[in-house]
């Protein structure tokens, strides 16, 4: 009888610890279950980083974990896009550094909720139907609204950073981060809040980045996607 009470014991403790187990994954997966990280790169792999990216080999380069684009600063672009167009509530945060720059006029674009595709040529860039681009000159950011293929909005210098970004290859990485949620979107810059803007249209799209008149190095890329246009909640 005893030997039996103490088997019971043992065998209720074991109980208690499956369920504060089971218990335990039901939570996590609660606390962690609507953020998912769907890309990482790093640029250690040049091909593999060509192809996710959609890179143009005349435009963009990949070496020793970064990507350089190769476009010159006299009237000259790189760009490229990728994700997808159901892509709703996300973050993308990156590393930057800018290694030449024109003296009169240059700066680099990061599109979200782009509705296509944009890489290769400025005209595919200017025939965007709708997404909200933020571009730096290297001492704020700026941004244009574009709705039907027209820009509805626009503003000049809506956050300054607190230093002004270098210009060279022993520049120091400034880290950006653009994060769309709702109808609003913000934009971080080593981890401080620069700006935020409220009332956006565009509902869902892809990223792209986009450079002209300025060289850039751009490395550990990260996009965290926590809703699509197509999820059930």
Same mark, same amino acid.
């Given at each position: 009888?005893?030997?039996?009470?103490?088997?019971?014991?043992?065998?209720?403790?074991?109980i208690?610890w499956?369920f504060?187990?089971?218990?335990?994954?039901?939570?996590?997966?609660?606390?962690?279950?609507? &953020?998912?990280?769907?890309?990482?790169?790093?640029?250690?792999?040049?091909?593999a980083?060509?192809k996710?990216?959609?890179?143009?080999? #005349?435009?963009?380069?990949?070496? !020793?974990?970064?990507?350089? &684009?190769k476009?010159?600063?006299?009237? !000259?672009?790189?760009?490229?896009?990728?994700?997808?167009?159901?892509?709703?509530?996300? !973050?993308?945060?990156?590393?930057i550094?800018?290694l030449?720059?024109?003296?009169?006029?240059?700066?680099?674009?990061?599109?979200?909720?782009?509705?296509?595709?944009?890489?290769?040529?400025?005209?595919?860039?200017?025939?965007?139907?709708?997404?909200?681009?933020?571009?730096?000159? #290297?001492?704020?950011?700026?941004?244009?609204?574009?709705?039907?293929?027209?820009?509805?909005?626009?503003?000049e210098?809506?956050?300054?950073?607190?230093?002004?970004?270098?210009? #060279?290859?022993?520049s120091?990485?400034s880290?950006?981060?653009?994060?769309?949620?709702?109808?609003?979107?913000a934009?971080?810059?080593?981890?401080?809040?620069?700006?935020?803007? !409220?009332?956006?249209?565009?509902?869902? #799209?892809?990223?792209?980045?986009?450079?002209?008149?300025?060289?850039?190095?751009i490395?550990?890329?990260?996009?965290?996607?926590? &809703?699509?246009v197509?999820?059930?909640?």
């Amino acid at each position: 009888m005893l030997n039996q009470n103490k088997e019971a014991k043992i065998m209720k403790k074991w109980i208690a610890w499956i369920f504060m187990i089971c218990m335990m994954g039901v939570y996590s997966f609660a606390a962690f279950g609507n &953020s998912k990280t769907v890309f990482i790169e790093d640029f250690k792999d040049s091909a593999a980083a060509m192809k996710n990216l959609n890179l143009y080999p #005349g435009r963009w380069e990949v070496a !020793d974990g970064i990507l350089r &684009s190769k476009n010159s600063i006299n009237d !000259d672009i790189a760009i490229f896009s990728f994700g997808d167009v159901n892509w709703k509530d996300y !973050d993308v945060e990156f590393k930057i550094k800018r290694l030449e720059a024109n003296s009169k006029d240059q700066h680099f674009s990061i599109y979200v909720r782009c509705d296509k595709d944009l890489s290769g040529t400025i005209q595919e860039a200017n025939n965007m139907s709708s997404g909200l681009r933020l571009y730096c000159r #290297g001492d704020a950011v700026s941004y244009i609204e574009i709705i039907g293929k027209k820009t509805a909005r626009s503003a000049e210098a809506i956050g300054t950073l607190s230093k002004r970004m270098e210009v #060279g290859g022993k520049s120091p990485w400034s880290t950006f981060k653009v994060a769309v949620k709702g109808n609003t979107a913000a934009v971080y810059v080593d981890g401080s809040s620069i700006c935020k803007i !409220d009332n956006i249209v565009p509902s869902s #799209g892809k990223l792209a980045f986009f450079v002209y008149n300025v060289k850039v190095a751009i490395t550990d890329l990260k996009v965290t996607v926590y &809703s699509t246009v197509d999820q059930t909640r």
